[in-house]
């Protein structure tokens, strides 16, 4: 907490008031694409693990 008050005195006392939009601006698609990066990789180790389960099932309705 105080590591952000003494940026936001430091970008105030330098005259550069909307750095801090631009910076938070700039991060935001950053953080959208490892978002999307992560939720695509749950997607197909979901998929991965329906497959295998498919297989497994198979196997023992073959064995019965």
Known sequence: ???LVGFLQMVQDSGMQNAPEKVV???VYIVMIVTLI???GVFFY???L???LK???QQLDVRK
């Open 38 to 40: 992560v939720w695509l």
């Open 55 to 57: 297989k497994i099932k």
């Open 46 to 48: 979901l998929m991965y």
């Open 25 to 27: 601006g700039s991060n």
């Open 1 to 3: 907490m105080l590591g």
């Open 50 to 52: 329906s497959s295998k």
